[in-house]
C-alpha cells in the first residue's frame, strides 16, 4: 500500500520570491487603493439580518442597538458585510489562515501558559483561509474608523494607517529572511516590544502602556470569579445580571433541572475529549456546579454563549469556561467554504495555527441540549490577564504606535501559515502598498459611514428592533 508523504513538494526561496513578486501583474499593489461599491451592491441590512435569524431572538435587539451607537461599533459588528465586499473583488492568492475579523480591538494583552504577558490576536470567530490582504485591509480601515471617531484629522487617520501597514510589510520581510523554526517561535512579549518602542514613545506613552500591562496582570480568573458569582446556601452560584448574564436555572426550556444537569455533563465530556491526555486530567479535577447564558461582545450577541463555572478543592478553587457557538465563518461563502464538520473546531485549529500562546485549555464540542438547540462550540477559559485598548482615549501618536502593533502582530500570525517569502515580495521594498491602503481605508470608511446610516434607518422605520445594550 502506498502511503502518502505528509510533505509537500518545496521551492527555493528565490522561487518563492519571483512567484510573489509574478502576483503584481495580475493584482498590482496599486490596485488595493481602489474601492468601489457599484448600484447592484447587496443590502447591507439584509447581510445583518440573515446573521441574526439564527440568533437567540430576545438578544437581537440588544445586538442592533450596541452596532448603532457609533460607526466604529457598527464596523466591529460589520464583518461579514466586508467578507462580502472584499470577495467581491480580484485578491493576490497568497494565502493565510486569516483572523477573518482583524480590527484593532481584537488585537490585546494575553497570558501565555509561562504565564508571560504577550500582544496577540484574540478573536477567531471567523477564522479561516485567504488571500492575506483581506486581514490587512480590515484592520487599516479599522484605524481610519477609530481616528474619525476621535476627530482626527484625514492626515492623522492616514497617519495611523500607513504606520500599521509599513509595519506589516516590514515584519514580513524580516520573516522572509528567518529560519522556519524561529518563525513559528516568534511571539511578541510585551517587555521586549516596550524596549524595541522605547525611542519612539512619549513620557505619555510609556505611562499609559505600563498602566495597561499592570491592569491585564489584574484580570485574572480569579478577579471574574469575585465579579461573576455570589454565595448562595448551595454555595458558590453565577450572579443573574439579565439580559446580559441568565443562569441556565433561569431559563425557560422544556429539560428538567436534572435533564439540563445531564446534558452539561455530556457537553463538558464532548469538549473534554478535545482536549491532550494531561488537559483532560486537569479539567477532571474539577466539578461543574453551575452554568448561565451570557450576552459578549458587538458582532456575537445573539450568539449562544455560556459560561460555566468549575470548582476544584472548595469554593475558592474556580475555573471558569466560556463556551461559545460557532457558525460557519463569514469568509466561507466567498473562498469556497471549509471542510470542518464542526466549527468550534475550525475555530480552535485556526487559532492555535495564528496563535502563539494559545489557552492550554480550549477546546471544542458539539452540544445537544441546554436551551433546545443543537450547536457547535468552542471553550476556552473565561479571562487570564486580557487588557483591551481603547481607541477612544488615544491621542494621534498613540494611536500611531498602536497601529504599528497590530500591524506587526498581524504579519506574526500570517507568516505562520502562509509563505512569509511570497507575501515579503509581492509587498516589496517600498512604500506602495501602504499608501494604497491609506486610499482603501478611507474609501472603506465613507462606506461603513452609509451602511451605519443604513441600518439607522432600517431601525426607525421598524424593519429592526432595537433594545437597550
Excluded at 479599522?142 to 492616514?158: K, L, M, P
Excluded at 522556519?180 to 505619555?204: G, H, I, N, P
Excluded at 458582532?299 to 461559545?324: E, F, Y
Amino acid at each position: 500500500m502506498t502511503v502518502a508523504s505528509p510533505f509537500t513538494a518545496f521551492l527555493s526561496p528565490a522561487e518563492r520570491a519571483a512567484e510573489g513578486r509574478s502576483v503584481r501583474r495580475r493584482v498590482p499593489r496599486s490596485s488595493h487603493g481602489v474601492f468601489e461599491a457599484g448600484p447592484g451592491r447587496f443590502d447591507p441590512v439584509e447581510v445583518v439580518e440573515r446573521q441574526s435569524a439564527d440568533r437567540v431572538p430576545e438578544l437581537v435587539p440588544i445586538r442592533y442597538a450596541r452596532m448603532l451607537e457609533s460607526p466604529f461599533r457598527f464596523y466591529r459588528g460589520a464583518a461579514a458585510i466586508m467578507a462580502a465586499d472584499l470577495g467581491a473583488a480580484p485578491d493576490t492568492g497568497l494565502r493565510v489562515q486569516l483572523c477573518g475579523d482583524a480590527h484593532l480591538l481584537n488585537f490585546r494583552l494575553l497570558a501565555s501558559p509561562e504565564r508571560h504577558l504577550v500582544f496577540d490576536i484574540n478573536d477567531f470567530d471567523e477564522t479561516l483561509a485567504g488571500p492575506f490582504e483581506w486581514d490587512v485591509k480590515r484592520l487599516a480601515a479599522s484605524f481610519a474608523i477609530a481616528g474619525r471617531a476621535n476627530d482626527f484629522g484625514t492626515a492623522e487617520q492616514d497617519s495611523a494607517v500607513q504606520a500599521c501597514v509599513r509595519a506589516y510589510r516590514q515584519r514580513m520581510r524580516e520573516f522572509a529572511g528567518m529560519r522556519t523554526l524561529d518563525v513559528w517561535y516568534a511571539q511578541d512579549d510585551v517587555d521586549q516590544l516596550r524596549e524595541l518602542m522605547a525611542a519612539s514613545m512619549t513620557k505619555e506613552a510609556r505611562r499609559r502602556s505600563d498602566e495597561a500591562t499592570a491592569k491585564a496582570r489584574t484580570r485574572t480568573h480569579m478577579q471574574a470569579f469575585a465579579k461573576l458569582t455570589r454565595r448562595t446556601p448551595e454555595g458558590r452560584r453565577i450572579a443573574p445580571d439579565p439580559p446580559l448574564i441568565t443562569p441556565l436555572r433561569d431559563l425557560e426550556t422544556d429539560s428538567s433541572p436534572h435533564d439540563r444537569e445531564r446534558e452539561l455533563h455530556a457537553v463538558l465530556e464532548g469538549y473534554a475529549r478535545s482536549l491532550s491526555s494531561e488537559h483532560r486530567y486537569l479539567l477532571r479535577r474539577y466539578r461543574p456546579v453551575d452554568t448561565a447564558r451570557k450576552v459578549v461582545g458587538v458582532g456575537s450577541v445573539g450568539t449562544r454563549c455560556w459560561i460555566v463555572l468549575l470548582l476544584g478543592r472548595d469554593d475558592d478553587d474556580p475555573l471558569l469556561l466560556q463556551a461559545k457557538e460557532a457558525g460557519a465563518s463569514v469568509l466561507a461563502a466567498h473562498t469556497g467554504g471549509d471542510h470542518y464538520d464542526n466549527q468550534g473546531r475550525r475555530v480552535v485549529a485556526g487559532q492555535r495555527l495564528i496563535q502563539t500562546t494559545s489557552d492550554i485549555l480550549l477546546g471544542w464540542t458539539h452540544a445537544v441540549g441546554l436551551d433546545g438547540h443543537d450547536r457547535d462550540f468552542y471553550v476556552r477559559q473565561l479571562r487570564d490577564w486580557k487588557g483591551i485598548a481603547r481607541p477612544d482615549t488615544m491621542d494621534p501618536g498613540l494611536l500611531r504606535l498602536f497601529a504599528r502593533l497590530c500591524g506587526a502582530s498581524l504579519a506574526r500570525a500570517h507568516a505562520r501559515s502562509g509563505d512569509p517569502v511570497a507575501i515579503a515580495a509581492y509587498l516589496g521594498g517600498s512604500d506602495r502598498f501602504e499608501r494604497a491602503l491609506a486610499s482603501f481605508a478611507q474609501a472603506y470608511a465613507d462606506r461603513n459611514e452609509r451602511d451605519f446610516a443604513a441600518l439607522g434607518a432600517a431601525a426607525r422605520s421598524g424593519r429592526i428592533p432595537t433594545a437597550a445594550p
